[in-house]
């Protein structure tokens, strides 16, 4: 198996249609709004690395989807200390998840090659510098991998990933995978959980959800179609630590929100309550029995 083998995440079949949607006047204007918005990104250039700028853009994105952001907005993610960079790890539900992380604070993000290629998201991304992996790489170039991202965090970048590697329906789904926390480890760099969670009429939606082997057209359609669609994006107390598996299990279990996370004991790599490390939380699905 491959150092980079990352797990199945959820069917496209979780991805629910939005309900209430908007008038297909409202749809077409909101299509329109987009391309003018994309193009007038690209058409950027290299100045769309600068930080207020990609900001601007994911905004208008945002905006022209008629996405509002709810949370962290006004409040970035990077923690101010040494000089260091933070990791910011954020669950993985949807494209969406980075044109909203990005409207809160343009850090460099970290993602599979395939974004690159994707629709709306592709463009943005290449042209603001992101730093793309190969999953399918041999396990040989992991080391070198965390040592890049190491490198970048002890420069005073920060850098955002996705540990769960693959897209689940809901905040609960999915593993973190611990490579990139190691980089954190060997930089001394703090890390910063965020959990990204998606509603609308009120309530939980996978609307915005981007599943399995779904084309980008279905998923973007749904979002554009939504009335109403909000992502709240909610940065949690920062993280530091010199066990990667403590590390990632404490991340986790942050952006779940799943109790009181025990900094101090987490940067000594054990539990409170046992004194052991930490063990994972189970994963879930919404298709789940």
């Known amino acids: 198996m491959s150092a980079w083998t990352v797990d199945r995440g959820c069917p496209a079949s979780c991805a629910a249609d939005p309900d209430p949607r908007v008038p297909l006047g409202e749809l077409a204007r909101r299509y329109a709004t987009l391309t003018y918005t994309l193009t007038r990104a690209v058409a950027r250039g ?3 690395a600068e930080p207020s700028a990609l900001r601007a853009e994911a905004r208008a994105v945002l905006g022209a989807l008629g996405v509002g952001v709810e949370g962290a907005e006004d409040a970035p993610f990077s923690v101010r200390a040494g000089g260091l960079g ?3 790890v954020a ?3 949807s ?3 980075v044109v909203a992380l990005l409207a809160v604070e343009p850090v460099s993000v970290l993602a599979k090659r395939e974004v690159g290629r994707w629709p709306v998201v592709g463009a943005l991304a290449r042209r603001a510098g992101t ?6 790489g041999s396990p040989r170039e992991l080391p070198r991998f965390v040592a890049e991202l190491a490198d970048c965090l002890r420069g005073g ?18 593993r973190f995978r611990r490579a990139a926390f190691q980089a954190a480890v060997e930089a001394g760099a703090p890390v910063r959980p965020v959990t990204v969670a998606y509603r609308q009429d009120g309530g939980p939606s996978t609307a915005a959800a981007f599943l399995g082997e779904e084309d980008f057209t279905a ?7 939504a009335r109403g669609l909000r992502v709240r994006v909610t940065a949690r107390t920062p993280l530091r630590g010199t066990d990667r598996r403590v590390l990632a299990d404490a991340a ?3 952006v779940l929100g799943a109790g009181v996370v025990d900094e101090a004991s987490v940067a000594r790599g054990v539990d409170p309550s046992t004194g052991a490390s930490y063990g994972p939380v189970a994963t879930s699905c919404c298709k789940a029995a």
């Open 86 to 88: 933070t990791l910011v």
């Open 95 to 97: 494209w969406l998840d």
């Open 219 to 225: 998923s973007l359609r749904r979002v554009a179609g």
């Open 91 to 93: 669950n993985h539900i």
């Open 252 to 254: 986790r279990r942050a």
């Open 157 to 174: 970048t920060s850098v955002l990933v996705f540990p769960q590697a693959t897209t689940w329906c809901s905040v609960s789904g999915g």
């Open 131 to 136: 730093r793309f992996i190969d999953r399918d």
């Open 46 to 48: 290299d100045r769309l």
